[in-house]
């Protein structure tokens, strides 16, 4: 059991969290993650480091509520403990000094580039950072990026904050400027890290993305996060999270992540109706 | 009683395991052996004709004291056997469940040579839970503290073998284990049916009650390393298992609804998918659908049976070679059997084919013959020309076994392992090329058995404590 020191909501559904877990606080490197569960019938769930505090003995984790896992974790506060926690998981990120690099977040996923960014940041880069979001809430890490980049470009679908339009968009500008970009991290949904692939590819611009497939234990032992990139299977707990994504097989990761779509669409069901329940039950006393 | 004579024993018939009837238990997932009652287990026990030069201890890995054990139910003294069981075996309860014994020491029993051997399986089961059930688990004897510290690496069978040897020698031990629940394969990969976590989680209560200190959610090479471990420990044993699966390397394979037994077993054993919603973790829906399971092992009659139970219309064996070679358990291909289970066998995967959303909906097979003994001796399937079917499946299981995980191995570059990956070890020591580290279990040996695991925990457990006691 791991304790929550902190815990505050900083978008709709987004919640930070610092979990006291001195351990993994001390072994985390920029692109690992941890799997927890959140209860003794839960399932376990793979979400990124986003930060460690060694002093603390603690790790930052962000989630956005969107299964019945993340909901449920959503709904602890600082003082409430997790149930287990495992980690660090994955291969750390591969950090070097490549000139210029630019870091790409897409809603939650802005959480999970923040640490390899500061991580290119320490290794001497120069880093533009663009933070993507759906409109002004969903903007989340601003003030934490603009600590360590170089630059920070804000972009919402909407319009609502920063610059109207996509990440995509963005880094096009900075590739026809004349800048000469030497490496792109894009960590988001899928259809945005496939936009920047695409982007980049008939530049030539060494291009990472961080998979996000559906895993049970986090080892290697079950092959159920298997993905493909170049054209081989790979176990993306134990041979990534980071591949090149000039090669990932964006449309099978699309696939496989729908596995369990209808069950998903039960469980929170299952979920809403028991809270509903409970609700029921305080309301009637 | 009255002294039964050689003559009357000769008589007595091997009891059948008491057992759920097959259609019931095809759709649960409750234990299909009841085992025996207090009557029928000395009835069987008064079989054996107490060999003075007796076969079943030589067949068994561990040398179980076969026949004292079986006098002492004989005379109705059930503690005292379990007790005479626990002297060389760590985990009789799981044992008598799910060693094969009719390779081991029934296959060697001198009964079997005009008839059934004696129900050794049945009667070790007996022991163990009549302990269990009306005394509880005897915690091992903890000798004088000796202030060394041993760390064992993974909670399986190996792991806890060792450990439980280790305590009894006075020694402080730590198990840690990559997953949230210690037990190994014992928990996430051999059914509830066949195996109750229940009995699993008593064995390593009464480990923790002996001192035994457990630490889930650790992966050592991540979470910490074995160079770290060593800082800490004066000995270091790794027994993480195989755990690595192996695929078929055909088309089709990342489909939706291809799974690897570890995946599918482990999201229902470990994680209790068959209880989804009330548990979180999901498992394809294969309610009504077709399920094929690829392989002849015990994992493969798991899988298989775990199909039916989650309401499979149809739950196949797809197997190279025949029904002869099937390295499963007897019991277990006879039980999938009566369940309804269909066998086909000498037919080789060559693709899987799915729907424009992924999904898994066929298998294209090769149809073989036998042709030739290959190196293992076993007639080697060769393919039919143009003998090729298809048909319609929803799931598609794989099990035809496990390399070894190389996170150990990656991040203690030193420790020497073949090709493989399997760690190098003196059979005689379970001693690898590293100080202070010793191994033993399915990271040694490949996928084999529980008590060839406990066996080489148990080893390990006497050689480390010459080791600390040499240090
Ligand atoms: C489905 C199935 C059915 C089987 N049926 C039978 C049967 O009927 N009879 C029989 O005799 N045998 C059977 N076997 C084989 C038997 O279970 C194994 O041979 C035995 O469990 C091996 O024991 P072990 O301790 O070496 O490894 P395991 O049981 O695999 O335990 C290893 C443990 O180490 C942990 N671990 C792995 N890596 C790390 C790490 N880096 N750090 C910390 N912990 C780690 C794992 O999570 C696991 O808990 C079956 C196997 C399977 C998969
Ligand atoms: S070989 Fe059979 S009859 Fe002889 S002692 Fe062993 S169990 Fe009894
Ligand atoms: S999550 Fe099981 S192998 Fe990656």
């Not at chain 2, 219309?313 to 006879?334: L, N, Q, S, V, W």
Request: aromatic letters at 6%.
């Amino acid at each position: 059991m791991n304790k929550i020191i902190f815990a505050e909501f900083i978008g709709p559904d987004t919640k930070m969290f610092r979990i006291d877990a001195p351990l993994i606080a001390a072994k985390q490197k920029p692109g690992q993650f941890i799997i927890l569960r959140v209860s003794p019938e839960g399932e376990r769930i793979p979400l990124t480091i986003a930060d460690s505090d060694t002093k603390e003995g603690s790790i930052t984790i962000i989630a956005q509520g969107i299964g019945k896992t993340t909901k449920e974790l959503n709904n602890l506060n600082a003082g409430d403990y997790i149930q287990d926690l495992v980690g660090p998981l994955g291969k750390p990120s591969h950090i070097e000094n490549f000139g210029t690099a630019v870091s790409i977040g897409g809603g939650v996923g802005t959480a999970i580039a923040y640490s390899t960014a500061k991580g290119l940041k320490h290794a001497g880069n120069k880093v533009i950072s663009i933070i993507g979001g759906r409109s002004k809430e969903y903007v989340i890490l601003e003030k934490e990026m603009r600590d360590i980049a170089d630059e920070v470009i804000i972009t919402t679908d909407d319009g609502s904050y920063g610059k109207k339009g996509f990440v995509t968009d963005s880094l096009k500008e900075i590739i026809d400027s004349g800048e000469k970009v030497d490496f792109v991290l894009a960590i988001g949904p899928i259809p945005m890290m496939k936009a920047v692939a695409d982007v980049t590819r008939p530049y030539g611009i060494k291009t990472v993305v961080s998979l996000n497939p559906i895993m049970v234990d986090g080892t290697g032992m079950c092959g159920g996060c298997r993905a493909v990139v170049d054209d081989k299977t790979v176990f993306v707990c134990v041979d990534g999270p980071e591949f090149d994504a000039h090669k990932v097989d964006f449309r099978l990761l699309t696939q496989r992540n729908r596995i369990y779509n209808d069950q998903e669409k039960e469980s929170v069901e299952n979920h809403n109706c028991r809270m509903l329940k409970m609700a029921d039950e305080v309301a009637n006393g | 009683m009255a002294e039964i004579t050689q003559a009357q024993r000769m008589k007595i018939q091997r009891h059948p395991m008491p057992e759920q009837d097959p259609k019931v238990r095809a759709r649960n997932f409750k234990e299909v052996n009841f085992g025996y009652d207090e009557k029928t287990a000395i009835e069987e026990a008064n079989r054996c004709i107490q060999c003075p030069k007796p076969n079943c201890v030589k067949g068994c890995p561990v040398n179980v004291k076969i026949p004292t054990f079986i006098q002492a139910i004989a005379d109705g003294a059930f503690r005292d056997a379990a007790q005479i069981l626990k002297q060389d075996n760590a985990l009789p309860a799981v044992c008598g469940r799910v060693c094969p014994q009719e390779v081991q020491c029934e296959k060697v029993c001198i009964l079997a040579k005009k008839g059934k051997p004696v129900a050794i399986g049945n009667l070790e089961r007996f022991a163990a839970d009549w302990e269990r059930e009306n005394i509880g688990v005897h915690p091992p004897h903890v000798g004088k503290k000796t202030g060394k510290k041993v760390a064992i690496v993974g909670g399986g069978p190996a792991g806890l073998s060792c450990a439980g040897d280790l305590i009894s020698m006075g020694h402080d031990v730590t198990v840690f284990e990559a997953l949230h629940t210690i037990g190994g394969v014992l928990m996430y990969g051999i059914p509830e049916f066949r195996l109750p976590k229940d009995i699993v989680q008593k064995e390593v209560e009464s480990l923790m009650e002996a001192g035994v200190v457990f630490k889930p959610n650790m992966v050592i090479g991540l979470s910490t390393t074995i160079d770290e471990l060593l800082q800490e420990y004066n000995a270091v044993f790794v027994g993480v298992g195989a755990g690595l699966p192996y695929f078929l390397n055909i088309p089709g394979e990342n489909l939706n609804g291809v799974y690897s037994s570890n995946e599918y077993l482990t999201r229902v054993n470990l994680m209790k998918a068959y209880t989804f919603p009330s548990a979180d973790t999901p498992i394809y829906d294969v309610a009504e659908k077709n399920v094929a399971v690829f392989g002849g092992g015990n994992t493969a009659m798991d899988a298989v049976r775990t199909s039916l139970r989650l309401g499979a219309k149809k739950a196949m064996i797809m197997y190279r070679r025949t029904e002869e070679e099937m390295p499963a358990r007897k019991e277990e291909i006879h039980h999938a059997k009566e369940e309804g289970v269909e066998f086909n066998t000498l037919l080789a995967p060559l693709e899987f084919k799915g729907d424009e959303r992924g999904k898994l909906n066929a298998v294209v097979l090769q149809k073989c013959e036998l042709g030739e003994p290959d190196a293992s001796g076993r007639r080697r399937p060769v393919p039919i020309d143009g003998a090729i079917v298809e048909i319609p499946i929803d799931v598609a299981v794989v099990a035809i076994g496990n390399g070894s995980n190389p996170i150990v191995s990656r991040t203690t570059p030193d420790l020497e392992v073949n090709k493989w990956g399997n760690i190098i070890v003196d059979e005689t020591t379970m001693k690898t090329n590293k100080k202070g580290v010793f191994a033993g279990g399915d990271i040694v040996s490949g996928g084999a058995t529980v008590i060839l695991a406990m066996g080489a925990g148990r080893t390990a457990a006497k050689s480390i404590d010459e080791y600390l006691k040499s240090e």
